[in-house]
């Protein structure tokens, strides 16, 4: 059996002013749920690997006793696909019933109580990728009240069937909305993403201002071509983005490489930085995750700063 694991470390960093909410002044760290597991909302025939409460309880559980959560993973985040076809009555959105009983509030606590904190998602069009009810312009300070009610700790906000005047829009809105809860939620950009990732239709100094981490590029897919493809982008580009990074302010390549050995998966989600810090979980054998979590692993550091 052979057994490798790459570790990509990207050091951009900058002056630029970051969001005020003083959130993210070290590269978040945790654990997301799309790699992987996608929109697999099938938990009659897959309930271990659906996208449902019990998926993330699982994942809270292993960071919390497995020792993750000392080595500073605390979030768990749920990505596309978590919540019900239809808002509520009040207009709010809700989530699925069958897949999430308890509610986001309740899940939230679960992961509170064990020191850790929950992500969550959400898209500017009317829909999600994924199909489910988008956070469009009229429901920014709706919705960014609902995360807050729920206790939410972190928001990602995507951006599929939305056009560039709505996300020129969108985009700060929610930063102001969430703030304006008053209650501290890391929040996470996809503008750049949807606009080629560069100047001049990329403005990186309103990014640092408006968000905690932004996604530069593209979706991660599993193969080394895609992930190859993601390191060139930002090696050729490292001058525009050195100075983007920093406390508060991270880009994000969506980097995740995944590899399944029997009874194992490891996930990586890689972000730029400069402490070459890695989201990470291992499900599998102990002596395993006691190697990662020693760090006595071979890696490869980019260093990229001047």
């Known amino acids: 059996m052979h057994f490798a ?19 993210m002044r070290t590269p978040p760290m945790g654990w997301l749920a799309w790699e992987r597991y996608r929109c697999d909302i099938d938990c009659e025939n897959d309930p271990k690997n659906c996208i449902s409460e019990n998926l993330f309880m699982d994942m809270a559980d292993r960071l919390a006793e497995d020792g993750w959560k000392e080595l500073g993973y605390v979030y768990v ?24 009983p308890g509610g ?14 929950l992500g969550i998602y959400g898209d500017m069009g ?30 990602k906000y995507d951006g599929c069937y939305s056009n560039a005047t709505e996300q ?14 008053g209650r501290p939620i890391g929040y996470s950009c996809s503008w750049p993403a949807y606009q080629g ?16 981490l932004w996604r530069n590029y593209g979706d991660i897919q599993d193969s080394w071509d895609s992930v190859l493809n993601i390191v060139d982008w930002f090696f050729e580009n490292q001058d525009v983005l050195t100075p983007a990074a ?27 930085q400069s402490e070459g810090q890695v989201e990470m979980l291992v499900r599998g054998p102990e002596r395993l995750a006691t190697v990662i979590q020693s760090q006595k692993l071979c890696y490869i550091s980019w260093s990229l700063s001047m």
């Open 246 to 272: 920093g406390p508060g302010r991270w880009n994000d390549p969506d980097m995740v490489f995944w590899t399944q050995l029997p009874h194992l998966h490891l996930h990586l989600w890689f972000k730029n």
């Open 126 to 155: 009317k829909l999600t990728c994924g199909g489910y009810p988008g956070t469009p312009l009229d429901k920014i300070e709706l919705d960014a009240q609902t995360f807050a009610d729920w206790e939410v700790d972190m928001f």
């Open 168 to 181: 020129e829009q969108g985009y700060p809105l929610m930063s102001k909305a969430l703030n304006a809860t």
């Open 104 to 117: 986001i509030q309740k899940l939230a606590r679960y992961l509170h109580d064990r020191g850790l904190k």
């Open 77 to 100: 985040n749920i990505d596309d696909c978590w919540s019900s076809k239809q808002r509520d009555d009040q207009g709010r959105l809700q989530p699925d019933p069958k897949r999430f």
């Open 197 to 212: 990732g560069l100047p001049p239709k990329v403005n990186y100094t309103q990014l640092g201002e408006i968000c905690n």
């Open 5 to 23: 694991v790459f570790f990509f470390a990207f050091a951009l960093t900058g002056t630029t002013l970051a969001l005020d909410n003083g959130l």
